[in-house]
């Protein structure tokens, strides 16, 4: 398991989506199980991947927690 976190500028619905697509049926193509505001969860192949975006002050805190996706997760947060 893999917990890691960034800072951006980006607005939480932008991450959201940004993840949604790099995670999603369209990407890794991992099933989308919850989304909301704040955080999106993906699984399958074994493993899953949550997204938790937290506001502060002028920038985002955007957390990912992931098992069999580490890779991919630290990919991702490079393409923020």
């Keep these: ?4 976190a960034k800072q951006t500028r ?3 619905d932008d991450i959201i989506d940004k993840a949604s697509s790099y995670f999603g049926r369209k990407g890794e193509g991992l099933e989308e199980k919850d989304r909301n505001g704040c955080c999106i969860s ?3 192949a ?3 991947v949550t997204v938790t975006v937290a506001d502060e002050n002028d920038h985002r ?3 990912v927690e992931t098992r069999e996706f580490e890779y991919q997760a630290k990919h991702f947060l490079k393409t923020l």
Excluded: A, H
């Excluded at 398991?1 to 890691?4: G, S, T, V």
């Design 42 to 44: 993906f699984e399958g």
């Design 10 to 12: 980006l607005t939480p």
């Design 61 to 63: 805190i955007v957390d």
């Design 46 to 48: 074994g493993g899953y």
């Design 1 to 4: 398991m893999l917990r890691i």
